[in-house]
């Protein structure tokens, strides 16, 4: 296992913004393609947002323009900055590796135990 840990979930408002961290305690994420994605009770899994081991990102269309994603190698950690944020991005929040690039899709061999992020007035 890579120790995937994320953090930085909690409760925003909307419109307000919030940056997910994830971390690795084993192995060095800067190998790795690292995905995150999210569920909301009672949906399947859903990718929201991927970048490969070379930079390269892609978005869920329902986070593009609002979400970031991005890699510290120095500090072995991949974040995802959401901002303006809505009621329907409450989910629980997963940070995944894999040494394939599988994009959004729920693939991956490794992955975090999750962290919670409610968007509620």
């Known amino acids: 296992q890579l120790g995937l840990v994320e953090s930085g979930g909690g409760l925003v408002q909307p419109g307000g913004s919030l940056r997910l961290s994830c971390a690795a305690s084993v192995l060095f994420l800067e190998d790795y393609n690292i995905g995150w994605f999210r569920q909301a009770p009672g949906k399947e899994r859903e990718g929201v947002s991927r970048?490969?081991?070379?930079?390269?990102?892609d978005y869920a269309d329902s986070v593009k323009g609002r979400f970031t994603i991005s890699r510290d190698n120095a500090k072995n950690t991949v974040y995802l900055q959401m901002n303006s944020l809505k009621p329907e991005d409450t989910a629980i929040y997963y940070c995944a590796a894999d040494a394939i690039d599988y994009d959004l899709d729920p693939l991956y061999d490794y992955w975090g135990q999750g962290t919670q992020v409610t968007v509620s007035s």
């Open positions: 970048i490969t081991s070379d930079g390269s990102t």
